[in-house]
């Protein structure tokens, strides 16, 4: 009982640890947290041998053996078959062999009964405390903030990913609750999983409340026997109200439940359109390499060639583990898939045969957070961060390793598993010191020349990361960085050749190509400038300032008639009001032809001051019937010089209830600057113009284009500069009247 209470805390701090920075994105771009993990991991491999060798402990067959086999030459297939992308591969092969070795681990320590089920299912429940907290203690914040009920992630990150965490300690809780006797263990359990289940619709994630919905029907199917059903059978005519009260609630909770999933997907941002088109773009991956797929760890580099990134959000999978595995590792991938699922299935349904009634509440756990976490990666994928994964790996554990699982007995197998253990472990901990090594260098260069305590030049810092180029040459954003900064220095030859290189290996980068091409514009090399923004406009159908750049350099180059046609094609309505349209006789002409609306005059006459019918162009435009910040602020301003009667307390209050984006905010702080100036309050007026300017001005530590600092994020799980364009390239606000307004 002392070893299991020693291992149950030990295992509580590792959950702790690896929920809350280790194994989270935030944890792996952080140099110093990368290092700790490591260490933590590799004292956590040595332990684990150590022990083996000292307590004799007898080396045992796990049930996915094969599989995992078969999973190895799947993935050696689809590298070999996809050469040109093996260092993205190779990243997310170092997590697979990672988990592999975790899931060998706690294998033996349980088929050796040196680790009690019911002490891992404890530690989880145990770590768990931490995120809920933090979750509620980012929910409070929010709602006394804002008065709103926002989406949380805690420490987690991603509300998603959050939801996939609670899905799993939620079945933890509930089954353990099931199988305790003490009634204040229950009791407490049973509040906890109030707490927990609450949250868990806090974080909406639809695709975590249907798991979980799944993951409940298991659980209490296996657990709930007919004797059982039996013993709660209502004998009294009390007892029958209780139960007739009690499915009434369950009832109308399940109807409401049904309503809230189906009106969500009339919110702006979570409509199932959205889910459906990156579904279709998956297909559209796999059918292009069916049979190998495009490499492990490449969904979003294929992506970004289907979808527009900007102004498209990237994603770095498919929200469905069926059709990520399609087009990453092709058919071969999809039917072992197939395989491996029906495997599972089968070495449950043989354990549960076999296990004891204790044995069977245990697996009841494991069996129902396995398919709960299974279906909610049939509509999202939180597994791409390594906290869930290794989430995901405990009910497998709990459901797939035997009460009593048979020992290694062929030579060639008791002298070949250790010594694969022993070969992976080495591999496992030399590449990632090698990586983190090569990252923590390439972090600490990054830094140097930003901030007032700067000690180096942008072309001292690109000249810097050749050191780590030249160490890891393949890792292509290492590269991308290098080149930004020999542009932001104004060493346009450096940034050619340094984007090229990036390029060439990370061809479907759009804002890359388009800092490619304004490099060869400040050489004056308009006809490689023109071809490299011709990529980029390709990557980014819907996303027209590219369209407006890839104008100026074919007008520059004297190409009038092309640049005319590309100017029209970028004059979208939305964007007329864009003050750049008058800066050249071509571009006045090619404004001259678009259908002009009331809201472009409108957004003129209050951007030049002229009040002469104003009143009358804010009617007919399309702002009077928005319910937006922008619309409230807008009627403010028109009020205000046409000396109608409004209240603009109330107005601006409204637009704050309303705003929900950055551009929301800029549209409240530019009607509350238009309020003082009209009052005379100087030191108001003042005050709101340095906030609008700090929320507006560029800065490399902040975002130019929405989620861009996705692509490395997640898909290279390496830190950048925010600010992705080079200064001086076209790139507006998204809205454009607001752009006009604050130009």
């Known amino acids: 009982m002392r070893s299991q209470s020693l291992l149950r805390g030990i295992l509580t701090l590792l959950i702790v640890y690896f929920s809350t920075f280790g194994m989270t994105f935030n944890g792996i771009l952080i140099p110093e947290l990368r290092w700790m993990t490591l260490f933590i991991l590799i004292a956590g491999l040595v332990t684990w041998r150590v022990t083996h060798y000292r307590e004799k402990w007898l080396w045992y067959r796990t049930p996915l053996d094969l599989v995992l086999v078969g999973w190895g030459i799947v993935i050696g ?5 996809n050469v040109d992308v093996w260092r993205r591969s190779a990243t997310a092969i170092w997590f697979v062999l990672g988990y592999g070795l975790l899931w060998y681990m706690a294998s033996d320590w349980l088929s050796n009964k040196r680790l009690q089920r019911e002490t891992l299912i404890d530690a989880g429940i145990m770590g768990g405390l931490v995120i809920v907290f933090f979750g509620y203690l980012q929910f409070l914040m929010a709602f006394t903030q804002n008065g709103d009920i926002a989406r949380v992630g805690s420490l987690v990150g991603n509300p998603n990913s959050l939801g996939a965490f609670l899905l799993l300690l939620l079945t933890l809780i509930i089954g353990r609750a099931l199988m305790l006797k003490n009634k204040l263990g229950r009791r407490l359990l049973w509040v906890y999983a109030l707490l927990t289940g609450a949250l868990l619709g806090i974080t909406f994630s639809r695709g975590a409340w249907i798991g979980m919905a799944v993951s409940l029907f298991i659980l209490f199917g296996l657990n709930l026997s007919p004797q059982f059903w039996a013993k709660l059978r209502p004998t009294t005519s009390r007892a029958k109200a209780v139960w007739v009260m009690g499915g009434v609630v369950i009832l109308a909770v399940g109807i409401g439940a049904t309503l809230v999933l189906v009106q969500s997907f009339d919110l702006a941002g979570r409509s199932l359109g959205l889910r459906t088109e990156i579904y279709t773009n998956a297909i559209t991956i796999f059918e292009q390499s069916p049979i190998t797929g495009h490499g492990l760890f490449t969904f979003g580099r294929e992506f970004a060639e289907e979808q527009s990134q900007p102004p498209r959000q990237p994603h770095s999978h498919a929200h469905n583990g069926v059709l990520l595995v399609m087009a990453e590792l092709g058919l071969m991938g999809l039917l072992l898939l197939v395989i491996s699922v029906g495997v599972v299935f089968l070495i449950m349904r043989q354990n549960w045969r076999e296990a004891s009634p204790q044995g069977r509440s245990v697996l009841a ?70 990586s983190s090594a090569i990252y923590g260098d390439y972090t600490a260069i990054l830094a140097r020349p930003f901030g007032e305590d700067a000690d180096m030049t942008y072309a001292q810092a690109g000249d810097a990361l050749q050191g780590v180029i030249d160490r890891d040459p393949a890792m292509a954003w290492y590269r991308n960085q290098q080149a930004y900064l ?47 923004q011709e990529r980029a406009v390709a990557l980014t159908s819907d996303f027209y300032p590219f369209r407006f750049i890839l104008g100026t350099y074919l007008e520059a180059n004297g190409d009038i008639e092309r640049a005319r046609t590309v100017y029209e094609s970028a004059l979208q309505p939305s964007l007329t009001v864009w003050s750049v349209w008058e800066a050249t006789p071509l571009r006045q002409s090619v404004l001259a032809t678009a259908e002009l609306s009331d809201s472009h005059y409108l957004i003129i ?34 009020a205000l010089r046409t000396g109608q009667p409004v209240d603009s307390a109330q107005l601006i209050a409204q637009a704050k209830a309303r705003s929900q984006t950055v551009s929301d905010e800029t549209w409240v702080l530019w009607g509350e600057m238009q309020l003082a100036f009209r009052n005379r309050d100087n030191d108001a007026l003042e005050a709101l113009t340095a906030r609008l300017e700090e929320k507006i001005t560029p800065q490399f530590s902040k975002e130019d284009i929405a989620f861009a600092t996705n692509v490395p994020y997640f898909q290279f799980l390496s830190t950048s500069i925010p600010r992705q364009l080079l200064p001086d390239i076209f790139n507006p606000l998204p809205d454009a009247a607001l752009s006009r307004l604050l130009d």
């Open 77 to 81: 297939v689809s590298l070999l078959a």
């Open 365 to 434: 756990i494991g069996i129902a957070g396995s398919i709960g976490f299974g279906v909610h990666h049939l509509l999202d994928f939180p597994a791409m961060m390594p906290l869930i994964a290794l989430c995901g790996l405990m009910p497998l554990l709990l459901a797939l390793i035997p009460e009593n699982p048979k020992p290694l007995k062929m030579r060639w197998r008791t002298m070949g598993h250790p010594m694969a253990m022993a070969i992976a472990s080495i591999g496992f901990i030399g590449v990632g010191a090698w």
């Open 486 to 532: 020999y542009g932001l220095a104004g060493e346009w030859e450096k940034a050619i050749v340094a984007y090229e290189i990036f390029l060439s290996q990370e061809p479907s980068h759009a804002i890359g190509w388009a800092n490619l091409a304004h490099a060869y514009s400040q050489l004056g090399q308009y006809d490689r400038a023109i071809e490299a």
């Open 605 to 638: 006459a209050l951007d030049e001051g002229v009040d002469d019918n104003l009143l009358a162009l804010w009617q007919g435009s399309q702002f009077v019937d928005e319910q937006t910040s922008r619309a409230s602020m807008l009627w403010l301003v028109v």
